[in-house]
């Protein structure tokens, strides 16, 4: 991929949240945001390991849509079953929408731009160079 069109691809940011604790966000090259994640973590490391489950796991996410009491449509996307996580961990989403949309179709539209996020992002992180840099 050519140099000048890596920049136009999505960004994962960290979000501080309170105390010490830390986040994700996805934003689109055009710097709209297109996911967050939905739980807190104590750690970079955690983040890291985290993000790297999420990367794995993408293709094997499910989705719900829902409305909000806005009746704004909403995505949240959750990690596969899995004996390992533990408890109500296992059904808890890791990544939402990161606004409402007016109608559904815009909804899934929003999910697609994070699927496809994800892909590249995966990607990106793959190409060399990247040694050292955040996320990992």
């Known amino acids: 991929m050519p140099e ?4 136009r691809g999505p960004r994962l940011l960290a979000v501080q949240g309170t105390g010490r604790l830390v986040g994700w966000s996805l934003a689109a090259g055009n710097g709209r945001q297109l996911a ?22 993408r293709a ?6 829902t409305q909000d009491r806005s009746r704004a449509w909403c995505w949240s ?8 996580r533990p408890g109500p961990a296992a059904e808890e ?26 892909h590249w992002l995966e ?9 050292g840099r955040w996320p990992w």
């Open 4 to 7: 000048g069109a890596r920049g």
């Open 36 to 57: 967050v994640s939905t739980r807190l973590y104590r750690s970079e490391a955690e983040l890291v390991q985290a993000l790297r489950e999420l990367l794995i796991e």
């Open 60 to 65: 094997s996410l499910r989705y719900a849509f």
């Open 77 to 84: 996307a959750y990690l596969p079953p899995r004996t390992t």
């Open 93 to 118: 989403p890791v990544a939402r929408s990161a606004r409402g949309y007016l109608r559904r179709d815009q909804c899934r539209q929003g999910m697609e731009s994070f699927r496809v996020g994800l």
């Open 123 to 131: 990607r990106e992180l793959r190409t060399p160079g990247r040694e």
